[in-house]
């Protein structure tokens, strides 16, 4: 299984990105779904999360400005990020949970 990132740049404080990652296969369509995110020196923490009915989680520092979504159909998950941070400067990942695939990573870096 491989999933392929894309949409990450440089983008100015307030700017907007969309991530997408999509998959081979039908796999994303079949389990639930998340995004994470790592930066210089720190951990690797979830953003978000998507259940295959379409419920979704948030991590508070992200909560009212990023969109998890999905479409079963293209087999892809997105992020919608909106009114960035610098603090939200990040390689990002995607994830199916439950499972040892993660894609290989976009990154992000807001300018301040």
């Known amino acids: 299984v491989q999933l392929q990132a894309s949409g990450g740049g440089l983008v100015q404080a307030g700017g907007s990105l969309t991530l997408s990652c999509a998959a081979s296969?039908?796999?994303?369509?079949?389990?639930?779904l998340g995004w994470y995110r790592q930066a210089p020196g720190k951990q690797r923490e979830l953003v978000a999360v998507i259940a295959r009915g379409g419920a979704t989680n948030y991590a508070d520092s992200v909560k009212g400005r990023f969109t998890i979504s999905r479409d079963n159909a293209k087999d892809t998950v997105y992020l919608q990020m909106n009114m960035l941070k610098p603090e939200d400067t990040a390689v990002y990942y995607c994830?199916?949970?439950?499972?040892?695939?993660w894609g290989q990573g976009t990154q992000v870096t807001v300018s301040s």
């Open positions: 994830y199916i949970l439950g499972t040892a695939y």
């Open positions: 296969g039908s796999i994303l369509s079949a389990n639930p």
